[in-house]
């Protein structure tokens, strides 16, 4: 063997096992890349109004050398580690520590994205999937439309599943060999969600590892009670490794409205309406956007969520892709993938909430699964769980190349035979007698985005039916990462609008009423002055009305 060659079969295999990180690092810069201006800023929603001045003040005190226990900017003082959703101890705010704030605070946003990813691709390894089938399931997770609008609007929404995959690879390692240290590893892992803001994101995590080791047993006639001790331990070690967030977060609660527990209200708030599950599988349509005007607003309001479905979401996109949902479809024929299938349609039926039953029924099956509100946080899992069956589902489905061909073409087929319909004049006028302002701008909205979604979906479908028929006829091809790159790019298309910015300058001026209100009557050193006025105009006639809308938000701070 010559030198050349024995260098290239060395190369060759790194390469291989290389290639996955480069192509899911390749794919989180794309898809972020636009925030790294650094003329401008993540806003939407709660980012702007509540975490951008929160983290302001801890990035603040991390300057002088101290941890912002307590806020006294906020009524007569208000503790942060009580709240938890500041995240004050979770290893992300070492961030503001090495970076200027708007950099740092860009990172923590959007970093839990490419953990997210890291951690599934990780967990889809260890439950045997091929390297191409595990980066299927980091992009769909890491790239889905809950994890990104969550990583736009809501910090902790996003920073606490996107550690659930990591714990659960480390739980399942557990499993196959138990150990102190992994142990330890998977419980500290497991409390970090906790930590990040998100203890129901503990407790899902929980439920996940619980639930695949009890099944795991039962299907090897392994022992059951080895199972359930592995997971009650793990699950015990992660709350003693969280009592420094969970105490001081349980002892505020204790002395809230919240400690009687979810009202009826609260149940029905934020949940998935079953109108939207097709969001699933459709891009944009379903979607609410950062760019669309207050809901307010509804002289000029067309989107479907104030019109047919709901007037504020609590996840702006819930897309996973078409095509994903297809390849975990074909994880049927395995028993692991049965079980991850099945549970992500289980959690998906869940998180409408009331609407069809399931979520109710968890409520009363499931301990401590009814304390946590909002049932539409459960897609996050719902997600999860879709990706790592579709990552199983993708070397089944190429084993079954004649069998993905028939069901991505027919898929497609169905899609454009749908599109048609969706531009049929009898659609729209039952969208208009459905909707509750009955506004035909609106349907036409929703009409034209269903029809482009329909379109771009059987088009996706359409090249995946493709890839594995020339992978059939050519057996060279590497038709599963083409596949794979086809679904990412999908995601990335379709989550990159989430991360709208607003120019960061906003933030730093003075908001137009400390300025109105200094004009009235001048600064007042030493004491404090009430000012109420309900007619005050407290933001700029003809400002866009994401600027209009965050400066709203912006005036109470």
Known sequence: ???????????????????????????????????????????FRDTGRLYYPVKKYIAGRLAHGELAFWDPWVESGISLLGQMSPGLLHPWTL???????????????????LLAGVGTYLLARRL?????????????????GYLVSQAAAN??????????????ERFIALLD??????????????????????????LMGGLIGAAFAVARALSRRGSLPRAAGLAAAWGALALALSA???????????????????????????????????????????????????PGEVATDTSPFREYLDDTPFAASIYLGSAALLLACFACGSRKGRFFLLGGLVLALAATGENLGVQP??????????????????????????????????????RRKRALIGASAAAAAIFVTATTAARAGWFHDGLVAAGTRHSQAAATALAEAVAFALRQEAAVLAVVATVALVAMLWPRLPGKAVAVAVCGAALVVSARPQLATLPVQLFRDTPPLAEQLTGIAGP????????????????ETGRDPRWRTTEVALEPL
């Not at 902790?156 to 990591?166: D, E, F, N, R």
């Open 128 to 144: 045997d999937a091929s390297r191409t089938g595990a980066l299927l399931a980091a992009l769909i997770f890491g790239g889905c």
């Open 95 to 113: 961030l503001y520590l090495v970076f200027p704030f708007d950099l740092a605070f860009k990172l923590n946003h959007l970093l839990p994205l």
């Open 155 to 168: 910090l902790i929404y996003a920073a606490g599943p996107a550690g659930v995959p990591l714990a659960l």
């Open 361 to 398: 029924l968890l409520n009363r099956m499931i301990p401590g699964y009814s304390l946590f509100r909002y049932a539409e946080k459960t897609v996050a899992f719902a997600s999860l769980l879709f990706a790592v069956a579709a990552a199983l589902g993708l070397d089944a489905a190429f």
């Open 177 to 202: 060999k138990p150990s102190r240290g992994r142990l330890l590893a998977a419980a500290a892992l497991l409390a970090l969600c906790a930590y990040a803001g998100e203890p129901q994101s503990m």
């Open 244 to 294: 420094p967030v969970a105490l001081p977060a349980a002892s505020q609660l204790l002395r809230s409205k919240r400690a009687a527990g979810v009202n009826a209200i609260e149940l029905k708030l934020f949940a998935v309406s079953p109108r939207r599950l097709p969001g699933l599988f459709l891009p944009n349509a379903f979607d609410d956007s950062p760019n669309a005007p207050w």
């Open 524 to 539: 007042s050193a030493g004491r404090w002055r009430l000012y109420v006025r309900p007619t005050l105009e407290i933001y």
């Open 1 to 43: 063997m010559s030198a050349g060659s024995g260098l290239r079969s060395l190369v060759r295999p790194t390469l291989r096992r290389l290639l996955p990180a480069f192509t899911g690092t390749a794919a989180f810069l794309i898809l972020v890349w636009p925030v790294f201006d650094p003329e401008v800023q993540l806003f």
